[in-house]
Structure formats: C-alpha cells, structure tokens
Nanobody, 123 residues
C-alpha cells in the first residue's frame, strides 16, 4: 500500500493550493482519510479528515479556509487550502487509519502515511 501526496509549493499569503493524495495497492472505501501537517521544529498535527460517509472534521485553525474531499473511484483525498497564511507553512501528509470507520486527530489511529508535500506560504 502506498499513499502519494502532491500539490505543495510556494504561495503568497492569501493564496490557495490544492493538495491531492492517491492510494495504490488497495482501496479504502470504508476508511476515513485525513491530512496532517508538520512545521519545522513542531510536532505533527491533525488538519482535517473525511470519513467514508463524507462527514468531515477540521482543526479550528483551518475551519472556513480548508476543504477536504474524497473520490472513492479514483482512491484519492484532496485538501483545498484557501486564504493561506505563513502559519500554514508545513509539510503536509495524507493518512489512512488502520481500522475502517475510525477517525480523529490522534496520530496513533493512522496506519498508512504518504511521504509529505511541502507547503510554504510567504508573507
């Protein structure tokens, strides 16, 4: 199983980026999919998740700015990031839990991880 994240880059504050993550090796139709991020010198933190039933959850700092979505046919999860600020600068990781239906901010829930894609927001 492999998760491949893409879409990171350099953007000015107020701009937008769209991250994508495609899974290969198996399908995850009954699993949640999530995004985490890790800024330099900081712990990895939960950003957003979408469950199999399309219910979503976001960390407070991105609510109203980020939108997570999924496509079970393409086996992808996408994070649309708008109104970016320098505080959003981080490596972003997609993740899938080890248990169907499990979802939440705890890192230990997640068994499969992508390699990370770097987002840099300049002021």
């Amino acid at each position: 199983v492999q998760l491949q994240a893409s879409g990171g880059g350099l953007v000015q504050a107020g701009g937008s980026l769209r991250l994508s993550c495609v899974a290969s090796g198996r399908t995850f139709g009954s699993y949640a999919k999530a995004w985490f991020r890790q800024a330099p010198g900081r712990e990895r933190e939960f950003v957003a998740a979408i469950n199999w039933d399309l219910r979503t959850v976001y960390v407070d700092s991105v609510k109203g700015r980020f939108t997570i979505s999924r496509d079970n046919v393409k086996n992808t999860v996408t994070l649309q990031m708008d109104s970016l600020t320098p505080e959003d600068t981080a490596a972003y990781y997609c993740a899938v839990p080890g248990t169907p239906g499990a979802v939440g901010p705890a890192l230990q829930l997640y068994k499969y991880w992508g390699q990370g894609t770097l987002v840099t927001v300049s002021s």
